[in-house]
């Protein structure tokens, strides 16, 4: 079946390292979504990216998706204590109503 | 407003017991899911309602049973209770584009 894995699993960081995890699918994705969950807290939608080749920014984040549509990564430059979490890449394959195929999450921890 | 909400946020009970969680969005939504989150935070998706109607089953015991009495609810009903059932269950619901996550139910089995 549809698969979505991403790494790392876990980063820790000091404040003002840059932070970036990766997602890759087993088949071609029609888009792919980020989340991300702060702790105690639930998934929130931050970005979907739908072109091949697709970058987009918001603000010290950069989301790309591959130019086969595969894979994508976010990267987040100059981390803050704000950016704790988990951020979870997920792959709409393209049917069966609206279902994401979420990866694992990558919990990040940023050290003040 | 909220726009998804759960009911009850936490939910502490002994094993054996049965245990429903609710589930309301306010979106117009057609789809609604429900997911369970462990430990390690992998989102595990369990069912999937679109109009009442289910679309999504994965291999989840038949304790877990699922209803939907309109397209804006989406309850949970588990049997028979086991350790392992703990975790963090989310109810979601989606456009077909963004998913609205609710804030999720927190459930502990003793």
């Known amino acids: 079946g549809q698969q979505v894995m991403q790494i790392p699993q876990y980063q820790h960081v000091q404040e003002g390292e840059d932070f970036t995890t990766y997602c890759n699918s087993s088949t071609t994705l029609s888009n792919i979504q980020w989340y991300k969950q702060r702790p105690g807290g639930h998934p929130v939608f931050l970005i979907q990216?739908?072109?091949?080749?697709e970058v987009k920014k918001q603000k010290r984040l950069t989301f790309q998706f591959g130019e086969a549509k595969k894979n994508s990564s976010l990267h987040i430059t100059a981390t803050q204590t704000t950016d704790v979490g988990t951020y979870f890449c997920a792959g709409h394959g393209g049917s069966t109503l609206g279902r994401l195929y979420f990866g694992r999450g990558t919990q990040l921890t940023v050290w003040p | 407003d909220t726009a998804v909400s759960q009911t009850p946020k936490y939910l502490v009970t002994q094993m054996g017991n049965d245990k429903s969680i609710k589930c309301e969005q306010n979106l117009g939504h057609d789809t609604m899911y429900w997911y369970k989150q462990d430990s390690k935070k992998f989102l595990k998706i369990m069912f999937s309602?679109?109009?009442?109607?289910?679309?999504i089953n994965e291999t989840v015991p038949n304790r877990f049973s699922p209803k939907s009495p309109d397209k804006a609810h989406l309850n949970l009903h588990i049997n028979s209770l086991e350790l392992g059932d703990s975790a963090v269950y989310f109810c979601?619901?989606?456009?077909?584009?963004?998913?609205?996550f609710g804030p999720g139910t927190r459930l502990l089995v003793l």
């Open positions: 979601a619901s989606t456009s077909l584009e963004t998913q609205y």
């Open positions: 309602y679109n109009n009442k109607e289910l679309i």
């Open positions: 990216l739908v072109k091949s080749g």
